[in-house]
């Protein structure tokens, strides 16, 4: 088992950056693909992006390609989430997943894909 936890949210204006991070307690970091997801008010928890067990593969949803770019430190456990040039539609509350996965390459992009979750950080931009 593994747990999780987000920082680095906060109130940002458009087109400004935020950095977040995913801490990971437990069993070996290495072993499981990471991904980011959001949650709007009044919307379903939709996939941002995910990252390979060894960073040799990343995903994003098209509406952030370009824009945020995702991360990991196996040495250290944490996963990181880059975001550029926000926009108020990203206003959401980002939640860091963790997939066990055999492969060291693939990512997955289904909630259902992932096993273990945050609490989740908010993140808020402002117009």
């Known amino acids: 088992q593994v747990q999780l936890v987000e920082s680095g949210g906060g109130l940002v204006q458009t087109g400004g950056s935020l950095r977040l991070s995913c801490s990971a307690s437990?069993?070996?970091?290495?072993?499981?693909?990471m991904g980011w997801f959001r949650q709007a008010p009044g919307k379903e928890r939709e996939f941002v992006a995910a990252?390979?067990?060894?960073?040799?593969?990343?995903d994003y949803t098209d509406s952030v390609k370009g824009r945020f770019t995702i991360s990991r430190d196996n040495a250290k456990n944490t996963l990181f989430l880059q975001m550029d040039n926000l926009k108020p539609e990203d206003t959401a509350v980002y939640y860091c997943?963790?997939?066990?996965?055999?492969?060291?390459?693939?990512?997955?992009?289904?909630?259902?894909?992932?096993?273990?979750w945050g609490q989740g950080t908010q993140v808020t931009v402002s117009s």
């Open positions: 997943a963790a997939g066990v996965r055999s492969s060291y390459h693939y990512t997955g992009r289904n909630k259902d894909e992932f096993d273990y």
């Open positions: 437990g069993r070996t970091f290495s072993g499981y693909a």
């Open positions: 990252i390979s067990r060894t960073a040799s593969s990343t």
